[in-house]
């Protein structure tokens, strides 16, 4: 495919698991911006009030941006730098978003941004060393319960809402950073 070798002919010459590496990032980089088109139709058609789409539209925009810049890191050679460059504000984004809409939106407490935890902690554990995995889990997991403090009283259906989805996530989380170390571990 003439865009993978436009995007990896730097690393023709790296070692097996480096170019291994470089081409499952660049897969997942389009995925993720098929994935965000498709999350910008889904904010468009499903009905949500305008303000949150709006804010789903920032999201999906802020990390399409973070994305392309790391494939130009790719292209350039510089697998880290492009996996960090999206990695790191990409983790920072979640967990702001997660505190600053808990109180204004407490009944997204638990479905918006929590679906990128799970996978962020497996991304880390592909491209990253143990102790990452375990600094985003726990970062994570952190977040999940702050949020859960800021929404806990917002009226008996929210709070047995955001009651199960602490659960539910806190344990979802813990499970992916336990298999994900693991896998570290093995490989």
């Given at each position: 495919m003439a865009l993978e070798r436009f995007f990896l002919q730097?690393?023709?010459?790296?070692?097996?698991?480096?170019?291994?590496?470089a081409q499952v990032f660049f897969y997942y980089s389009l995925l993720l911006l098929i994935l965000l088109g498709l999350l910008l139709a889904l904010y468009t058609v499903m009905p949500i009030s305008p303000e949150l789409a709006r804010k789903g539209y920032l999201g999906a925009a802020a990390i399409i941006?973070?994305?392309?810049?790391?494939?130009?890191?790719?292209r350039t050679g510089k697998l880290e730098t492009?996996?960090?460059?999206?990695?790191?504000?990409?983790?920072?984004?979640?967990?702001?978003?997660r505190l600053i809409n808990a109180r204004p939106a407490p009944e997204t407490a638990f479905t918006t941004y929590i679906f990128y935890m799970p996978y962020m902690i497996v991304y880390v554990a592909v491209f990253g060393k143990k102790w990452h995995v375990l600094l985003v889990t726990l970062l994570?997991?952190?977040?999940?319960?702050?949020?859960?403090?800021?929404?806990k009283n917002a009226g008996s259906i929210l709070d047995a809402t955001s009651s199960t989805g602490?659960?539910?996530?806190?344990?979802?989380l813990l499970t992916t950073g336990i298999l994900a170390y693991s896998l570290i571990s093995i490989v």
């Amino acid at each position: 495919m003439a865009l993978e070798r436009f995007f990896l002919q730097k690393f023709e010459n790296c070692d097996f698991i480096t170019k291994r590496k470089a081409q499952v990032f660049f897969y997942y980089s389009l995925l993720l911006l098929i994935l965000l088109g498709l999350l910008l139709a889904l904010y468009t058609v499903m009905p949500i009030s305008p303000e949150l789409a709006r804010k789903g539209y920032l999201g999906a925009a802020a990390i399409i941006v973070l994305v392309i810049m790391s494939l130009f890191f790719l292209r350039t050679g510089k697998l880290e730098t492009a996996v960090w460059s999206y990695a790191v504000p990409t983790i920072l984004v979640i967990i702001a978003l997660r505190l600053i809409n808990a109180r204004p939106a407490p009944e997204t407490a638990f479905t918006t941004y929590i679906f990128y935890m799970p996978y962020m902690i497996v991304y880390v554990a592909v491209f990253g060393k143990k102790w990452h995995v375990l600094l985003v889990t726990l970062l994570f997991t952190a977040t999940n319960w702050v949020v859960w403090v800021l929404v806990k009283n917002a009226g008996s259906i929210l709070d047995a809402t955001s009651s199960t989805g602490i659960i539910n996530s806190t344990m979802g989380l813990l499970t992916t950073g336990i298999l994900a170390y693991s896998l570290i571990s093995i490989v």
